[in-house]
C-alpha cells in the first residue's frame, strides 16, 4: 500500500522543508544583492505568484492523479520514449542533488560543531574555509555524518520519518530565523541593508535581474526535481491543492525574505555599506558571514543559532530530494521501501564522496573548467531542471490537458486562480524555462556574464 501524509499540515510543511534550503538561506540574499535588492525581491515575488504556482499545482496535481512518482506519473499517459526520458529526467535530477548538497550539509555541521566550542575568531580567517574544504578526511567524515542522518529518516518512512521530521524543523526553523534577523537587524549600520533589500529601485533594473529571480525560483520552490510529483502521489484526495500551494508559497518567501534580513543588513553593518562584499556567491556562508559574527560581541552565540538554523533547512531539503529517489525506485522497481532507501543511501554516498573529495584529494578532475560539486550543480540546476519543467509543460498542454489538472485541483476545493493557470501554462511557462535554459548556457560559455 503506497503512503500517505496524515493531512494537509503534514504535506504543507514537508513540501516546505524541501523548498527552504541551502538555496533560500544563502543563494537568495546573494542574489538579490547582486541584482538590484528591492526591484529583485519585487520581479521574485511577482514570478513565485504566477510562473511558480502554475508549476508547483501542475507537479502536484499529476503526482495525485496518477499517485505515482516521476517516471510513473509520465508513463501514465504513454510508454513512448518521450514519456520515459521526461520522466526519468525529473526523477534522475534529485539523485544527482542529494549527494553534493550532503557535502554542504556536512560542511554546515562543522561549522556549527566549531561555532559550539567556540572557534568563533578561528573560523573567520581567510583562509580557513579552503584549509578545511581541501582537507579530504575532514570533508568527508562530515559529509558522512550528515548523510546518515537523511538515511535515518528515510528509512522511518513518510508519515513516521519525513512528515515527523518536519513538523518539529520547520516550526523551529522559523523561530530561529526570526531571531537572527532581529539581531541583523539592530546592528550599527544595518538599516541602510534593510531599504536596500527592502524597497525597490527601478535604477538597478537589468534583464539579468529577471533572469536570475527566475532562476531561483525553480530552486527556491524545488521545482523539476521530481519532489512535488512524490509528495502530491502521497496526497489524500480531500486536501485542498490549491490552498496548499498559497501556503507553500507564503512560507517559502517568508523564510526567504527572512534570510535576507538576516544576511544583508549583518553584511552591510559589517562592510560599512558595500553592497559588493555580498557578492560572494557560495563562499557568503563560510567566509563572509563568519567574519561578521566575529565583529559582535553576541558572535559565538549568533553563529551558533545561524548554522542550526542552516543544517535544519539543509535537512529537510536534502531528506525531500532523497525521498523523490525512494519513491522512484519503490514504483519502479517494486522495491520494498528499506531496500529504496538502502540503495538511495549508497548514491548518496558514491556521489557524494567524489564531491567532497574534488577540492583536495580529487583536485585534478576537472569538468567543463569546474570542480565535481560545481559540474553536479550546474548540470542539474542549469541544464535538467529547466528540460525537466518543460518536459511537465508539454506533457500537460499536449498530452493530459489543462481541464485534466484543472479537474483534479478541483475535487477537493476551487480553482480560483484557474484562468491565470491556464494561459501561464499555455503560453508563458514555456518562453520562460527556455529562456532560463538558454542564459544558464551561455553562461558557463562566457557568452553572457550573470
Known amino acids: 500500500m503506497r503512503s500517505t501524509f496524515s493531512g494537509k499540515v503534514g504535506y504543507v510543511l514537508a513540501v516546505a522543508g524541501s523548498a527552504v534550503g541551502l538555496g533560500n538561506i544563502w543563494r537568495f540574499p546573494y542574489l538579490a544583492a547582486k541584482y538590484g535588492g528591492g526591484i529583485f525581491l519585487l520581479v521574485y515575488l511577482i514570478l513565485m505568484l504566477t510562473f511558480g504556482y502554475a508549476l508547483i499545482v501542475s507537479e502536484t496535481a499529476l503526482g495525485r492523479m496518477t499517485k505515482r512518482s516521476p517516471v510513473g506519473a509520465f508513463q501514465a499517459f504513454g510508454k513512448k ?5 521526461g520522466g526519468w529526467i525529473n526523477a534522475v535530477i534529485p539523485m544527482l542533488i542529494v549527494p553534493y ?4 550539509g556536512g560542511w554546515v555541521v562543522k561549522y556549527l560543531f566549531e561555532y559550539l566550542r567556540g572557534s568563533t575568531a578561528v573560523l573567520a580567517e581567510d583562509t580557513y574555509f579552503t584549509d578545511f574544504i581541501t582537507d579530504g578526511f575532514q570533508t568527508e567524515i562530515w ?15 513518510v508519515k513516521q520519518g519525513v512528515e515527523r521530521v518536519s513538523k518539529v524543523m520547520m516550526p523551529v526553523l522559523v523561530i ?14 544595518a538599516w541602510e541593508g534593510v531599504k536596500y533589500f527592502l524597497i525597490p529601485n527601478l535604477e ?27 509528495y502530491g502521489s502521497y496526497l489524500q484526495k480531500d486536501v485542498d491543492i490549491e490552498k496548499s500551494t498559497t501556503q507553500v508559497e507564503v512560507f517559502d518567501t517568508a523564510i526567504a525574505m527572512l534570510a535576507g534580513l538576516m544576511i544583508i543588513p549583518a553584511v552591510f553593518a559589517f562592510s ?11 563562499s557568503l556562508m563560510f567566509i563572509t558571514i563568519p567574519k ?5 560581541g553576541f558572535g559565538t552565540g549568533a553563529g551558533i543559532m545561524f548554522f542550526l538554523l542552516i543544517l535544519l533547512a539543509a535537512l529537510t531539503s536534502a531528506i525531500s530530494l532523497a525521498e523523490s529517489g525512494v ?13 529504496a532507501a538502502a540503495f538511495m543511501g549508497i548514491v548518496i554516498i558514491l556521489l557524494g564522496s567524489a564531491s567532497a573529495l574534488g577540492f583536495g584529494v580529487l583536485d585534478f578532475v576537472s569538468l567543463l573548467g569546474m570542480s565535481i560539486l560545481d559540474f553536479f550543480d550546474f548540470m542539474t540546476n542549469s541544464v535538467m531542471m529547466p528540460i525537466a519543467a518543460l518536459a511537465t509543460c508539454l506533457l500537460i498542454v499536449r498530452v493530459v490537458g489543462l481541464s485534466k489538472i484543472a479537474q483534479e485541483v478541483e475535487q477537493s476545493s476551487g480553482f480560483k486562480r484557474k484562468k491565470m493557470y491556464f494561459f501561464f501554462m499555455k503560453y508563458l511557462a514555456p518562453v520562460c524555462i527556455v529562456i532560463i535554459l538558454l542564459s544558464s548556457i551561455a553562461n558557463v560559455l562566457g557568452w553572457i556574464s550573470m
Open 204 to 230: 538597478n533594473f537589468s534583464w539579468m535581474t529577471v533572469v536570475a529571480a527566475m532562476g531561483q525560483m525553480f530552486y527556491s520552490l524545488s521545482i523539476a526535481m521530481g519532489i512535488l510529483y512524490t
Open 101 to 104: 548538497y550532503s557535502v554542504i
Open 176 to 189: 530561529l530565523a526570526i531571531f537572527v534577523a532581529g539581531y541583523s537587524m539592530t546592528r550599527k549600520g
Open 272 to 282: 560599512g555599506g558595500d553592497p559588493d562584499t555580498l557578492k560572494a556567491g557560495p
Open 143 to 157: 559529509f558522512l555524518l550528515f548523510s546518515l542522518a537523511v538515511v535515518f529518516v528515510l528509512f522511518a518512512g
Open 81 to 85: 520514449l518521450p514519456f520515459k526520458i
Open 292 to 296: 561578521v559574527f566575529a565583529s559582535m
Open 327 to 339: 519513491s522512484t525506485f519503490e514504483d519502479q522497481f517494486g522495491w520494498s521501501r528499506h531496500k
